[in-house]
């Protein structure tokens, strides 16, 4: 009779709780059983609140009067794209992309311009006035539906311009629904589209380089965002680029060419000031990869009083005395990408990493120094077998991780994962909407898809319950009530998310915990400064953001 994997034990607390029928799954499992298991872990949970508006963009006006086209005026539009329900709704108004504050900072002076994203469910986009060029971001994941504003603008007889990572690694599929699609880097290209279509000259495609300094490029116009909406607006970049190239990641995209680039710390610092938030969100790939720089870049930061968090690969500590700068620099959090506990998935897909026998460690450097940690898993690899869940979960809740992201293994279009899953002919199907990292669309080596899936979603329930966040609090009992504060506000509030973010009320609530944090953080900083070492600061870990 075979076993159930180990993690199905936890799938249905219902199951877990009825000492009987839990000796039978234990021990006289069927696979008839097992997919029962299975399927009830399928069905949508209590927890898995997922409102329509979260789930479906909304309706737009198809047939409507409008006016003419305004000249020289431009809308940046950011699609709409559907929620994990398993997931935090939070995360999505964390902070903004950058890309469309990007563009608009290097549109030319005799144009207007306003900002549109739809995942801050205002309603349909506007198109009065029509504006006469319309600039859409496009993602895989929401390659649908940008294709369908698109639709809706060139009806109204507006020009649609389509850029961002999907028009890259897809440019035949885009081009049919673009007056003009913009490859690769486009705050260069983005005042010679402008011109064109002024001019009516505007051609199909235009190709920005990665490779040319970015530093003398304008700062994003984030004074076009609506700061009520976000928890921070200062989304802020410092590096491009990566010194891996993991086969899965975005990164390795057959024809992205993103050479290593660094800005200057000071300007870096100049933007955050600029946008008068007390907490910055750094969207680098990884700003760990060149330490030094990253010593330099917190040399500028610790005068600001700010709080920020940024993502890392755990080779930055490698070098404890960063870690030590960072955290002198109010650092609150780090966003790990630990990938796999197995060595072997990470020798696989080429990532430079220490091994995972030593990431315990690691993080409990960062904890030493006050900085919370956010891992981030892969779930699906081919040398992952059903155990992976149970021990990655296990792992997170042992070194006490105050956060974690799950994704499913996504081959995106354009990558060696990609070309290897073709190859091998295991993709499930094509339907870009459903590489969210959510969906597994591809046959896993040592699981089913639905054993894949059901584990995913297994993960998620774990780390957001009740015992789960007590058994990952701060050791320090000073931290222990903002950590509370923020794991229930994040991880425990979907309901409370989706009303929050349609009545504009994200940055009044989630607001004061960040500056509490803040606050603590600098007295904490204070403590840190004046000890030689972590432990004779007496540490907080800073369970903010
Ligand atoms: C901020 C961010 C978010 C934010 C905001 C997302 C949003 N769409 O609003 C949040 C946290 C909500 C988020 C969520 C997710 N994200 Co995200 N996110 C990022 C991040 C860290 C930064 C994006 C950014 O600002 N980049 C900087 C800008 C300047 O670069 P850019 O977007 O490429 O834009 C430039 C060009 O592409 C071009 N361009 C772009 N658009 C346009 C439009 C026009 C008209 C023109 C002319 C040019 C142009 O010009 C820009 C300037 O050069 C990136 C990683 C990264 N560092 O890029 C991941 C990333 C985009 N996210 C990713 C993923 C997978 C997700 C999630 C699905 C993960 C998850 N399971 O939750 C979700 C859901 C989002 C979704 N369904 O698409 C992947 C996408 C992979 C892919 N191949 O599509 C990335 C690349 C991360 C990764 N390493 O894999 N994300
Ligand atoms: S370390 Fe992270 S950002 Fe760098 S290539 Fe690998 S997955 Fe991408």
């Known amino acids: ?63 409507v009067e409008a006016g003419p086209v305004r000249e020289r005026f431009a809308l940046l539009l ?37 900002y549109w994203d739809e995942n801050l469910l205002q309603g349909p986009p506007p198109f009065e006035p029509v504006p006469q060029v319309v600039g859409i971001t496009v993602h895989l994941t ?27 690694s897809c440019p035949d599929e885009c081009a049919p629904h673009a007056d003009a699609l913009a490859l690769g880097e486009g705050a260069q290209v983005w ?12 051609r199909p495609r235009y190709v920005g380089s990665y490779r040319r300094p970015y530093r003398d490029d304008p700062a994003p116009r984030r004074d076009l965002l609506p700061r009520r909406d976000f928890l921070t607006t200062t989304s802020v970049i410092a590096t491009r680029g990566c010194h891996s190239r993991c086969g899965f990641c975005y990164l390795s995209t057959e024809g992205l060419h993103m050479p290593y680039q660094l800005q200057d710390p000071e300007r ?22 060149r330490p030094e720089y990253l010593a330099r870049l917190c040399q500028a930061l610790a005068p600001l009083e700010r709080i920020w968090s940024a993502a890392v690969s755990i080779d930055v500590t490698d070098h404890p005395d960063v870690v030590r ?22 020798v696989d897909q080429r990532k430079k990493s220490p091994s995972p026998a030593d990431y315990a460690r690691r993080v409990a450097l960062f904890h030493d120094h006050g900085i919370q940690v956010n891992g981030s898993f892969v779930l699906g690899f081919d040398h992952d077998r059903p155990e992976v869940f149970e021990r990655t979960v296990e792992w997170v809740e042992a070194n006490r991780l105050e956060c974690a992201t799950f994704h499913v293994l996504t081959p995106y279009p354009g990558t060696p994962l990609f070309r290897q899953m073709e190859a091998e002919d295991r993709l499930l199907h094509r339907d870009w909407s459903l590489y969210d990292t959510s969906h597994v669309v591809f046959r896993p080596r040592h699981m089913t898809p639905e054993h894949l899936a059901a584990g995913y979603a297994w993960c998620y329930e774990q780390l957001f319950s009740h015992a789960s966040i007590w058994r990952r609090r701060p050791r320090q009992a000073e931290a222990v009530l903002p950590y509370l504060a923020m794991s229930y506000l994040y991880k425990r509030s979907n309901r409370l998310w989706a009303f929050l973010i349609r009545r504009r009320l994200t940055h009044a609530v989630w607001g004061p915990l960040v500056e509490w944090t803040r606050r603590r953080h600098l007295r904490f900083r204070r403590r840190l400064a004046a000890a030689p070492g972590p432990a004779a600061a007496a540490c907080v870990v ?3 953001v």
């Open 1 to 63: 009779m075979p076993r159930p994997p180990a993690w199905c034990f936890g799938l249905d607390r219902r199951v877990a709780r009825a000492d009987t029928l839990l000796g039978k799954v234990l021990h006289t499992t069927t696979e008839e059983d097992l997919e029962r298991i299975l399927e009830d872990a399928r069905r949508p949970r209590r927890r898995s609140f997922l409102p329509r508006a979260l789930r479906e963009p909304p309706a737009l006006p198809w047939g």
């Open 78 to 114: 950011n699609p709409f794209y559907p929620k994990d329900p398993h997931a935090s709704f939070g995360k999505h108004v964390l902070t903004p992309s950058l890309a469309l504050t990007s563009l608009a900072a290097a549109t030319p002076p005799d144009w207007s311009l306003r």
């Open 142 to 168: 929401f390659a649908r539906r940008a294709f369908e504003l698109a639709r809706f603008y060139r009806g109204l007889g507006s020009r649609v311009v389509l850029g961002g990572l999907h028009v890259l």
């Open 191 to 202: 005042p010679e589209i402008l011109n064109d279509a002024a001019a009516g000259t505007l």
């Open 268 to 289: 870096v610092a100049a933007e955050i000031v600029a946008d008068r938030q007390p907490y910055a969100v750094f969207i680098d790939n990884n700003l760990g990869s």
């Open 325 to 346: 700068q960072m955290a002198l620099a109010g650092c609150t959090g780090v966003f790990v990408g630990f990938e796999s506990l197995q060595p072997r998935n990470i």
């Open 542 to 544: 800073s369970a903010g």
